[in-house]
Every structure is written in C-alpha cells, then in structure tokens.
C-alpha cells in the first residue's frame, strides 16, 4: 500500500511559478512510476507529467513544467513556470508499475493523493 500526500498549490498571478511536492510512504517507491495529473471543473483529468527515470510530458506543459523525483526521501515534484490561467485545475499525483508507453492513462495507476489546488489568476 502506498499512500501519496501533494502539496505546494496555491494562488498565482499568470507568468508565476509553483513547485508541487508529493510525498510517498513505502519501501518501494523507487520502482513506481509517477506520474501528474490534473482536472479542472467540469473537465475530465488530463495527463501532465510523469517519471520513472526520465520525465515525459504532455504538450500543453512541455518546456513550462518539469517533473523530477528524490527517491532517497520519497517524494517527486512538479516544478510549474510560465503559468497560464488555464493551468488551474486540482493537481494529482498518482503512482504504479506503468510503463511509459502507458504514463497518460489514469486507469494505470494504482495510487492517488487526495489534490492540492493550483489557481493561476489573469
């Protein structure tokens, strides 16, 4: 079992930057993949970012936000810069066996933190 805790969201002015952490309990955590989702109102959770060894990204963040991962303290991040209004949304963070190929489906995971809200203002 795996239980996933984000933090770091808040409120900022477009052009802003946020680093999201999220903190993993478990032995195992350097064998998941992790992954970022985040789901806006009324929108269905969309990929953002995930890593095992090297990160990958979906194109709407790509060169804006990086994913990295400190295993020795069990905890990835999402370094958010350039942010846009419409990078609002409840980010999650999620882990699992997944293989890259796979890092953009939610279904994939098997663990999910609870949110941390990110709200870029205009």
């Known amino acids: 079992q795996v239980q996933l805790v984000e933090s770091g969201g808040g409120l900022v002015q477009a052009g802003g930057s946020l680093r999201l952490s999220c903190a993993a309990s478990g032995r195992t955590f350097s064998n998941y993949a992790m992954g970022w989702f985040r789901q806006a109102p009324g929108k269905e959770r969309e990929f953002v970012a995930a890593?095992?060894?090297?990160?990958d990204y979906a194109d709407s963040v790509k060169g804006r936000f990086t994913i990295s991962r400190d295993n020795a303290k069990n905890t990835v991040y999402l370094q958010m810069n350039s942010l846009k209004p419409e990078d609002t949304a409840v980010y999650y963070c999620?882990?699992?066996?997944?293989?890259?190929?796979?890092?953009?489906?939610?279904?994939?995971?098997?663990?999910w933190g609870q949110g941390t809200q990110v709200t870029v203002s205009s």
């Open positions: 999620a882990a699992g066996y997944v293989s890259r190929s796979q890092y953009r489906k939610p279904s994939e995971y098997a663990y």
């Open positions: 890593i095992l060894w090297r990160g």
